[in-house]
């Protein structure tokens, strides 16, 4: 079989590249680069191919759809919204975290599981 033969691929992953050929040709690549880009993310996703056999198979990695997801309609790059997002979630996490009216962790204070989750119910009440 020749070098770059697409007779090994199945049905699916031939549609999928061609469907992200078009999209790649919609940005603006050239007709050629958009056919490798399509058949590189296709070999990205399936980890270089479907081998033929029971117990065989591999897992499909959805990176590429999921960053796709991310970038389309927002005009920003994946990178950037990840990082924005990571940020904002770390921060609202540690606020939320802090205690409020108890100051002192129950480590800190000691105590069994049980007496922290006692005092924690007697300040909601309050």
Known sequence: MPQGSKAKYTSKQKRQAHKIEQSAKKRGYSAKRAAQIGYATVNKQDHGGKKSGSGRG???????????????????????????????????????????SRTTSRSKRGGSRAAHARAGRAAHRA
């Open 58 to 100: 591999k897992k499909r990695s959805h990176a590429s759809s999921r960053t796709g997801g991310r970038t389309s309609h927002t005009g920003g790059t994946a990178r950037a919204r990840k990082r924005t997002t990571r940020t904002t979630s770390r921060t609202a996490s540690r606020t939320a975290s802090r205690p409020t």
